[in-house]
């Protein structure tokens, strides 16, 4: 009995706990929504003033529009099977392109004469070799040749007719896309 009171005596008395308060996150949740929207409405009203501040004030006419950069986009990307060559093996060329216009009304007269156009060009990129357009002198050429064809090919009789002769109506021609295979 001895040795039970001594293991009594050396023992701490253990207390019945209450039950832990499980730690809830729930406040932190809040406070990270509400920062989260918080962060939210300023970044739209910052947006909001800065895209404001760029508008024109009221009292002020858009500026009008030039007839320059005029651009016609309406050719599609085509294949055509390129000359064939002993140095080269690329037989397929996929081009496409936009021209730069003089004016506004030249876009409806090609829209007019899109499929004899492309027909036009599709027969000037199927006679060149991969060699003379692969490097970007042979694609500057050759877009100086397809803007002269196409030129030539927009003139109406009632241009060769006057005193001023033709004017080139396209005055830029830009390769969109360009790959052999």
Known sequence: MAEDNAKDE???EKKPQAPEKKNSN???IIGLVVVILLLGGGGFYFFTTMNAADALPEDEEEPEITETNIYFSGFETNIVNLAESEESDYL??????????IKESVGSEISVRLPRLT??????MSNREWLEI??????DRLAR??????????VTPEEEESEEGPVDKIIGLYFTTFVAQ
């Open 119 to 124: 027909s036009l060009i599709a027969g000037v």
């Open 134 to 139: 692969a490097t970007a002198q042979g694609r």
């Open 92 to 101: 397929y060329l996929k081009y496409g392109f936009d021209v730069e216009l």
């Open 26 to 28: 729930m406040g932190i």
């Open 145 to 154: 040749e397809l803007m002269s064809e196409l030129n030539d090919a927009l």
């Open 10 to 12: 050396g023992a701490v």
